[in-house]
């Protein structure tokens, strides 16, 4: 089986669900120099992502209020994404196999701890996707980032570079919708079962 290589959606994870998320920085829009990283209301994005090696692939997310659960698919590719944040969990779902696996996401995601101790810099103002939002620079010495998130928490367009690999991908927003689907959406469906075999974030058929 090839292999399909989906870094794009671990960014997403990793910046858009918050899994990123510095330590109290949910709190408010500026939050001491902090930008809101969680939605406060579910919503609906397509992104484009490119990947560090120069691909391109249109992923459609689906976010719940606070960032807590995410929803990941692609008319490009086989496989859904249920992304648990709280757990550290995200779920890879195979419909056409009716299976899925269980990933552990901080395992496979190593670029999601760049942005703990960032120091986030203010940039100015843009508009993306139709949406007012906020240019910020984030540096550690883990690695770097820039986001232009809006005042409710979504993030339109975010790169993130890490110290240790370089560029991993990023991402804009095309189409922005106020709304998600049911929280049910956001589980495996009924009858699916664990898969016999492995699935990697990163590829399937190891």
């Known amino acids: 089986m090839s292999r399909i290589r989906v870094s794009g959606f671990w960014l997403l994870a990793a910046m858009g669900a918050c899994a990123a998320l510095p330590a ?4 408010g829009a500026w939050n001491g ?7 406060t209301h579910p919503v609906t994005i397509d992104y484009l992502v490119t990947t560090r090696d120069g691909g391109t692939i ?11 659960r995410l929803r990941v698919t692609s008319p490009e590719l086989p496989t859904m994404f ?15 196999l009716r299976a899925y ?17 960032a120091v986030f810099t203010h940039r100015g ?19 770097s980032g820039s986001a232009c998130i809006t005042a409710d928490g979504i993030l339109l367009e975010g790169e993130l570079t890490s110290a240790r690999h370089g560029a991993v991908a990023r991402v804009i927003a095309s189409r922005v919708q106020d709304g998600a689907p049911p929280p049910g959406e956001f ?15 990163k590829g399937f058929g190891r």
Do not use: M, N
């Not at 249920?82 to 890879?92: E, M």
């Open 58 to 68: 249109d992923v459609h997310v689906a976010i719940l209020a606070g960032g807590a």
């Open 125 to 143: 103002q843009s508009r993306i996707a139709g949406r007012a939002c906020t240019q910020w620079q984030a540096s550690s010495p883990e690695g």
């Open 24 to 27: 109290g920085a949910e709190s």
């Open 187 to 201: 589980d495996v469906p009924e009858g699916f079962s664990e898969s016999p075999f492995r699935l990697d974030p």
């Open 101 to 117: 696996s269980t990933v552990d996401i901080r395992k496979y995601d190593p670029e999601q701890h760049e942005l703990r101790a």
């Open 33 to 39: 120099g902090r930008p809101l990283l969680a939605p």
């Open 82 to 96: 249920l992304v648990d944040r709280a757990a550290g969990i995200a779920q890879v779902v195979l419909p056409v």
